[in-house]
Every structure is written in structure tokens, then in C-alpha cells.
């Protein structure tokens, strides 16, 4: 404890000993994060919109025609148990007509041709889970194709695909920018420490020579990679803060639409930038002092 | 308390030193004396394990330095207090701070840093320059505080390197006293140095290093 504590005292007076070159590399270090931090959030931002968009989300189960009363009865029975399905619609030969009709609006002269109503009765199946895998959705359309009574069963199947594709790059650009941001930030905060290090070459040894353990050595110079991460993670969460209250409270001033995409961010989105900077830079700093040999 | 036996180091193709054999009782105080170059420096270094020997056994203490595993050298050195020739005091530190330090790896509380400290200055006569920066200091001084260094954690050895190489000779004689009280207390003291007349009338021990060997032992 009294090793931690006069680390922590060397890491201070060293914070601000060597002012420039730390405050250079805990400004570098918050850049890195805050790009990393506005990528997330963007994704996290087309991520909501895409649960939200994909909310009512759900198969269309035409049945047959003539279908009685008591089967389509039976039907809706099934699928209000189904435990994928949040809601279930009847929609009658009538209704759909009426829709189509409205639909069309100047356009109902298209309807003048037939006789009869074309349209079949049909299902609406709200699926419960936001925007659920495709292959997931084309399984349960084949199997309710399968039922007495469904003649046709339909979804938006590009338009799924095309909103799981999105939701995948986002992922695999967080992971691809979190692996670069990580190495560049360790990077940066190695070459620091190692300067530091060299900076205080002769310390170092006197304290080899005087009995100094390798941990008693190594700490002081963890504890300022330490400060640096967190400083940088704590600049890159304040500026991150600033950039989305502006965005949030002005945004719409400049552009109307903004708001359907924007969410308000929890406070928690705010700890993990000091988080994973400290845990970067005592990476880039634990290599930067080495192995120390007697 | 100190043996060589047999030891052997050379630097590339350089040979210092050539089968050495010596040993120093426990609370003795020896010399190790030779022209410049001769090796006395590598010779201390060997002791605190800052060089490794080529062939050979030194002992120091208790332990074989030979078998000294890397992680348990700091262990050894904590054992032996050095009187280094250039001082190796760390100028952005006051003397008060320097002289702690040797306490502090020993995880020791601040409180019983301060009294030790403040003792071991009293000793060497700079309690009133506690807070002083080593730079402000005279030659003398400086050398007085790194003896305090040494002396602060109570080693079971001390060894210096040319501890009066730029003093004047007032302040030798200051210096020289001071080891002897040391001695006196039970610390088994080593001074390697070219200065003949550091060791002449004490009746002490005098190893004499040339071409790579002890040429021979004398009483001072």
C-alpha cells in the first residue's frame, strides 16, 4: 500500500514535471477514443432507428378461398399461441379491399375490371422479437406454408436482409475501428512512457542499485499510463457529451428529420471511454518499461 | 562476510581480473588498493551483483552471488550500502529525499523514515541541509549524503568507490572518520581506493590489485 501510494505521488509530480509531452498524449489519446465513442453512438443511434423501424414487422398469411368461419377460427387460435407472435390481425376479403381501395385513391378505375373481390382474407403475425434474423423469419413462413387452410405467406424479405446487413457492417466497423483505436492508443501512450523512462534512466538505476524490487520501478510509471488513459477517456467523454447535447438541442434547427434518428444517450455510455483508455494505456505502458534487468 | 575465490571477469577480450581469491572477516574494514584501470570498480560491482563473474565463487554474506536468481538481487543489495565514485544522488530530489529513498523500497512507514533519516543526517552532520538540493552542496557534502544513503537502511556491508577521489584533504580525513565509526558499529566496510594515504598507519587490512590479480596483502 505505502509502494502504491508513493507510486502514486511519482506519477503525479511526473504528470506535471513533464506537463507537454503528457498533455499531448492524453489529447491524443481522447481523440482516439472519441472517434471510437461517435462511431459507437452513430451505431448505436441506426441500430434504435432499425428496432424501431422494424417494430411492426410481421408475416402476411393469405388463406384460402372459401375458407369457413370455424377454420379461420382455428387458425387465429394457433397463431395467438404461437410464442413468436406479439399480435395477431384478421384482416377479412372486405377490409383488404377497402385498404386497397384507399390506397389507390385516383387510381380505383384499375378495380373496375373484376367482378368479384380478387383479394384473398389474410393474417397479420407481429413477430415479438425487433428485427429478427432472416433466416429465422424465412423458417416460419415455410412452416405456416405448410398449414391446412394458408395459401400464401409473404414478408419483406430484401428489406430484412438489407437491415441485417447494415446492423452487421456497423458491427464489424466497431470492431475493426475498436482494434485500430486500441493499437494506436497503446502505440501512443508507449512511446510516451518510454520517453519518460529514458527521461529518468539514472533514477532508475540508482533505485536498481539501491535495492529497488522490479514492481517498486515498473509502478510509478504504470500509474501515469494509467492517468493518461483516464485523463484522454475523461477528454473524450466530455467532448463526446458536448458534440450530442449541441446535436440533440440544435440539430434540429438545421435539419428537421434528425430527430428520428437521434436517441438520448443513458450516462453509462460515458464510463467505458476512461475505462478502456486506462486499460490501453497500462498495456502501451507495461511494454514501454520492459523487462528490467539487475 | 565478503569471499572471492577463484574469480575471474573480462570484458570481450579484455581481461580485468584473473583468478581472485580474498575474503573479508565480518565488521573488518579492508582496502582494496591499485593504479587506475586495475579492476577495483569491476571488483566492487561484482559484489552487488552489477557485473556477473566469468569463473569463480563470490560469496557476500550469506549468499552465493553465482546462484542469485535476477528477482532476488534487490534482496542482496538492500544487505550492502555503496559509496558510489560518482555519487549517483538524484539532483531533482532534496537530501532529506535521496537519503529516504532507500527506505522507501523498503515499504518502511513515512514516520519511521523521518526519525532514521533525520538520525542518520544528524551522523554525518547535514540535519540543517535536509531540504537542500544535492547541487547546492559542496563535493564533500555530496559525499557525506550518499555515505548517509548507504548507511540509513543499517546494511550488514559497506563498500566504497574512490569515496575521496575529488575531496580535498581536510574533508578526507572527515570522510575516512566516518567509515570508521561506521566500522566501529559492526559494519563490515570494503574501500576500494588509489589514495595510499587512506589506509596508511590504520593497521588495516590492504588488498593490492595489479594486472589482474592480488598482488599482495599488507597492513595498512
Not at chain 1, 260 to 268: G, K
Not at chain 2, 160 to 178: H, Q, R
Amino acid at each position: 500500500m505505502r509502494t502504491f501510494i508513493y507510486s502514486l505521488q511519482t506519477a503525479l509530480k511526473s504528470l506535471w514535471h513533464e506537463k507537454w509531452i503528457n498533455l499531448l498524449t492524453v489529447l491524443s489519446v481522447g481523440v482516439g477514443l472519441l472517434i471510437l465513442s461517435l462511431f459507437i453512438t452513430i451505431s448505436l443511434n441506426i441500430d434504435s432507428s432499425l428496432k424501431r423501424w422494424s417494430k411492426n414487422f410481421g408475416l402476411v398469411v393469405y388463406l384460402d378461398e372459401g375458407l369457413t368461419g370455424e377454420a379461420e377460427e382455428t387458425l387465429k387460435q394457433f397463431f395467438l399461441k404461437d410464442p413468436d407472435f406479439s399480435e395477431v390481425k384478421y384482416v377479412s376479403k372486405e377490409q383488404a379491399l377497402q385498404e386497397l381501395r384507399r390506397m389507390l385513391g385516383t387510381g380505383i378505375s384499375v378495380l373496375e375490371g373484376f367482378e368479384d373481390n380478387p383479394l384473398p382474407s389474410s393474417f397479420e403475425l407481429t413477430f415479438k422479437r425487433k428485427l429478427p434474423e432472416p433466416s429465422f423469419v424465412r423458417r416460419k413462413a415455410d412452416q405456416l406454408r405448410q398449414m391446412n387452410g394458408v395459401d400464401d405467406v409473404e414478408y419483406g424479405e430484401k428489406w430484412l436482409s438489407s437491415l441485417h446487413t447494415l446492423s452487421g457492417v456497423m458491427r464489424t466497423g466497431i470492431i475493426f475501428l475498436g482494434g485500430a483505436i486500441f493499437i494506436a492508443v497503446t502505440f501512443v501512450t508507449y512511446g510516451t512512457v518510454k520517453i519518460l523512462f529514458y527521461r529518468r534512466k539514472d533514477e532508475v538505476e540508482t533505485l536498481k542499485l539501491l535495492g529497488a524490487t522490479r514492481h517498486f520501478i515498473r509502478l510509478p510509471f504504470l500509474v501515469e499510463g494509467i492517468f493518461i488513459g483516464i485523463l484522454g477517456g475523461i477528454i473524450s467523454s466530455a467532448a463526446l457529451y458536448g458534440l450530442y447535447s449541441f446535436i440533440i438541442y440544435k440539430g434540429p434547427q438545421y435539419l428537421p428529420s434528425i430527430s428520428a434518428f437521434i436517441i438520448p444517450l443513458p450516462l453509462s455510455v460515458y464510463i467505458p471511454a476512461p475505462v478502456a483508455g486506462a486499460v490501453m494505456s497500462l498495456i502501451g505502458s507495461f511494454f514501454a518499461v520492459g523487462k528490467i534487468k539487475y | 562476510m565478503i569471499q572471492f575465490s577463484n574469480v575471474s571477469k573480462s570484458y570481450d577480450e579484455d581481461v580485468v581480473l584473473r583468478d581472485v581469491s580474498f575474503a573479508v572477516e565480518k565488521g573488518e574494514l579492508a582496502y582494496i588498493t591499485g593504479p587506475s584501470g586495475a579492476g577495483k570498480t569491476t571488483l566492487l560491482k561484482l559484489i552487488y551483483c552489477a557485473e556477473r563473474p566469468d569463473k569463480g565463487q563470490i560469496v557476500v554474506s550469506s549468499w552465493d552471488t553465482a546462484k542469485l536468481k535476477q528477482s532476488t538481487i534487490p534482496y542482496l543489495r538492500r544487505n550492502v550500502g555503496i559509496v558510489f565514485q560518482d555519487f549517483r544522488l538524484l539532483y531533482n530530489k532534496t537530501v532529506f529525499d535521496n537519503v529516504a529513498l532507500a527506505l522507501r523500497i523498503h515499504d518502511m512507514p513515512p514516520k519511521e523514515i523521518k526519525g532514521k533519516v533525520n538520525d542518520v543526517l544528524k551522523e554525518v552532520k547535514l540535519a540543517h541541509k535536509a531540504e537542500i538540493l544535492p547541487q547546492h552542496l559542496s563535493g564533500g557534502e555530496q559525499q557525506r549524503v550518499v555515505i548517509a544513503r548507504a548507511m540509513v537502511s543499517r546494511p550488514t556491508v559497506l563498500l566504497a568507490d574512490e569515496p575521496t577521489g575529488n575531496l580535498d584533504a581536510e574533508t578526507s580525513k572527515t570522510i575516512t572518520n566516518l567509515f570508521r565509526e561506521i566500522n566501529a558499529r559492526g559494519t563490515t566496510v570494503l574501500i576500494a581506493t588509489h589514495n595510499d594515504s587512506l589506509f596508511h598507519g590504520t593497521g588495516r587490512r590492504v588488498f593490492h590489485l595489479k594486472d589482474t590479480h592480488i598482488e599482495k596483502e599488507t597492513i595498512g
